[in-house]
C-alpha cells in the first residue's frame, strides 16, 4: 500500500496529479470538448432522432459480444454505410477508438513482423503496439527521412511491416504527410495504418476525414475513424478489405470478447455518419474560428487542435486556472499525454462557438 501512498505523494510533488473534474458549470465556455462541429448541444438533431428511434424501438444493450447474440441488423447497416461511403471492401465496428487500436494493432503484427511508428501516436496505438509480438521501432516526429533509414535497414528481416501514424496528430494538430507514407509504404511493400480520430467530421468533402481531403484514402490498408468525437456519439470503425476483416473478427480480443455496442447507440452513430456529407457549413464556420483564435494568440494555424504550449506543470495549471476565472473552460495536458517540459492548453473550439465571446482570451492567458 505504502507503495501506492508513495506514487500519489510523487504526481503531487510534481503537479501531475490528476482528479477526475467536476461537472462543468453552465457559466464557463467549454474549449477543450472534441465535439468540434457542435453536434452534441444539437437540440434538432436529437429531437428528430428520437422521433426515428420510437418508431424502430431500438436496445439499449446487446447484452453479449458480436460474436455470440449481441450481432444486430444495426452494426451490419453501420458497417455496410461506412464501407460505401469510403469506397472500401470492408468495415469492421469496435466499441471505442481504444477498443479498435489496441485489439486490431495486437491481432495483426506477430513476430516476424515489424511496426514502426511515429513517436507522437496516442496511448491507445502504443498500447496495441506494446500488446502486439511484433519488434517496435520509433521515428522522430512526422520525420520520414529516418523513417525511411529505418526501413532501408530492417524491411527485409521482417515478414511484414506495419507503418503507423495519426493522420491529425491529438495533441499538436499539425498533419502527417500521407502522401509520402503511401509512397514509402508502396516502396518497401508495408501495410499502412492511419489514425484517423480527429479528422473524421471535419476535413474531406464528405467529412471522411485527412486522407479524403488529399484523395489518397483508398491508397491506406486501415483506416481508424472514432464516433466519440466530431460526431458526437461512441464507437470507432476500420475501413480495410475484406480479408483483414475477417482475420480480425477471428483474432482481435477487444472485438471479441467484449459486449457489443447498444444498437440504440449505433443507430445515433448511423445517423449521424449518414449526414457527414452534408456538414460543411459547420466544417467551413469552425475553421473561419479557428484560424481567428490562433491569430489572436499569435500562433501557427495548423488544424482545429490548437495546441498552447506552456512548458511547465505548475504554469499550465495557473493558465489554466486563470482562464476559469475568466469563463473560459481548458484543462492542462501534461506528461505521460505530452511530452515532459511540454505541459499546454490544447484548445479545441467548435463550430457553433461566437468569436466575440471567447476574445477576451488573449489578456486572460496573459495574466500573472
Ligand atoms: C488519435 C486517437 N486515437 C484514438 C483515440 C481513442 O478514441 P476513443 O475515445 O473512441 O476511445 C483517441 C482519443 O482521444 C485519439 O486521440
Redesign the pocket.
Same mark, same amino acid.
Given at each position: 500500500m505504502q507503495k501506492f501512498k508513495n506514487k500519489i505523494i510523487e504526481l503531487k510533488q510534481t503537479e501531475n496529479f490528476r482528479k477526475l473534474p467536476e461537472k462543468i458549470s453552465n457559466n464557463l465556455i467549454n474549449l477543450c470538448s *472534441?465535439d468540434y462541429l457542435g453536434l452534441n448541444n444539437d437540440k434538432k438533431l436529437y429531437d428528430d432522432f428520437l422521433t426515428l428511434l420510437y418508431k424502430k424501438n431500438r436496445k439499449f444493450s446487446s447484452c453479449s459480444s458480436r460474436l455470440l447474440s449481441g450481432n444486430s441488423i444495426e452494426h451490419y447497416e453501420l458497417e455496410e454505410l461506412i464501407a460505401s461511403k469510403y469506397k472500401s471492401q470492408a468495415c469492421l465496428l469496435y466499441n $471505442?477508438?481504444?477498443?479498435? *487500436?489496441v485489439g486490431i494493432l495486437s491481432a495483426l503484427a506477430e513476430k516476424k513482423d515489424l511496426i514502426i511508428s511515429d513517436k507522437l @501516436?496516442?496511448a $491507445?496505438?502504443i498500447d496495441g503496439i506494446r500488446l502486439s509480438k511484433a519488434t517496435v521501432a520509433r521515428y522522430k516526429h512526422s520525420d520520414y527521412f529516418h523513417l525511411e533509414k529505418i526501413l532501408l535497414k530492417s524491411r527485409d528481416d521482417f515478414e511484414n511491416v506495419f507503418i503507423v501514424s495519426?493522420s491529425i %496528430? $491529438?495533441m499538436d494538430g499539425d498533419t502527417a504527410d500521407l502522401k509520402k507514407l503511401i509512397e514509402l509504404k508502396n516502396k518497401y511493400k508495408c501495410f499502412l495504418y492511419i489514425?484517423e !480520430?480527429?479528422a473524421v467530421g471535419v476535413r474531406g468533402k464528405n467529412g471522411l476525414g485527412y486522407a479524403e481531403e488529399l484523395g489518397v484514402k483508398n491508397e491506406i490498408d486501415f483506416i @481508424?475513424g472514432? %464516433?466519440?468525437?466530431a460526431m458526437a456519439s @461512441?464507437? !470507432?470503425y476500420v475501413v480495410c478489405n475484406n480479408i483483414f476483416k475477417q482475420y480480425l473478427v477471428n483474432h482481435s480480443r477487444t472485438l471479441i470478447y467484449t459486449t457489443a455496442l447498444p444498437p440504440v447507440n449505433l443507430a445515433w452513430s448511423k445517423y449521424i455518419f449518414e449526414q457527414l456529407h452534408s456538414f460543411n457549413d459547420r466544417r467551413k464556420k469552425l475553421e473561419i474560428l479557428n484560424l481567428k483564435f490562433a491569430k489572436l494568440l499569435n500562433l501557427d494555424y495548423r488544424s482545429h487542435i490548437i495546441p498552447y504550449i506552456i512548458g511547465s506543470n505548475k504554469d499550465a495549471i495557473k493558465a489554466s486556472e486563470n482562464l476559469k476565472q475568466q469563463g473560459l473552460y481548458v484543462l492542462p495536458v501534461r506528461y505521460p499525454t505530452v511530452p515532459k517540459g511540454t505541459a499546454r492548453l490544447r484548445f479545441t473550439l467548435n463550430a457553433n462557438m461566437d468569436f466575440e465571446k471567447i476574445k477576451h482570451i488573449k489578456t486572460a492567458i496573459n495574466k500573472k
Open positions: *472534441n $471505442s477508438g481504444y477498443h479498435a *487500436n @501516436i496516442h $491507445s496505438l495519426e %496528430f $491529438s489514425d !480520430a480527429h @481508424i472514432t %464516433f466519440g468525437k @461512441i464507437g !470507432a
